[in-house]
């Protein structure tokens, strides 16, 4: 692969910006795991069993153990996940080539996310992507709408969606 000039400068600041969501999201789901193994084991509350005669069945066959090995297995993944996921959208952040694509066709979703399937032309080809988006006042989703999106111009088949890419403002 031939190296690409990069599209925009990141500063200091604005690479702080997109990693600290990550890190966040990351962050959260590793300080619950270990929140709920350090109630177990501090003060024998278990949030998964109902009844005492449960509680006293998990005690015998280790639900202490049970939350030790959750909250390492989400420590263990999500700090992978973050590193991998930081590094991608700092490479779309600076390597991402802007274009427009277009909205062909949206599914209901849970909790506000609705899958999003639209397309975009790079380099005279046309690509197809697919993204969870949450429509609000400012960003409606319709098929036909426009999308900002970043290409990655080494894979163009890779894009991301500039507001998720960027922080707001930048």
Known sequence: MTPIAPARTLTPELRRKISRNQILIVGAFVAVAWGLWALKYFFNIDFTKKTLEHKAAADAGGALSQWFWI????TAGGI???????????????FGVEVFGTI???KAGRHGQMPVRYSYEYDGRTY????????????PLAPG???HLLVDPQKPSKSLPYDEVMPAGE
């Open 104 to 106: 062909t066709s949206i």
């Open 71 to 74: 909250a390492a297995a989400v």
């Open 128 to 139: 197809n992507g697919a993204v969870d988006l949450t429509a609000d006042e400012n960003h």
């Open 145 to 147: 709408v426009a999308v």
């Open 80 to 94: 992978p996940w973050c590193w991998w996921t930081t590094r991608k959208k700092l490479r779309f952040a600076e």
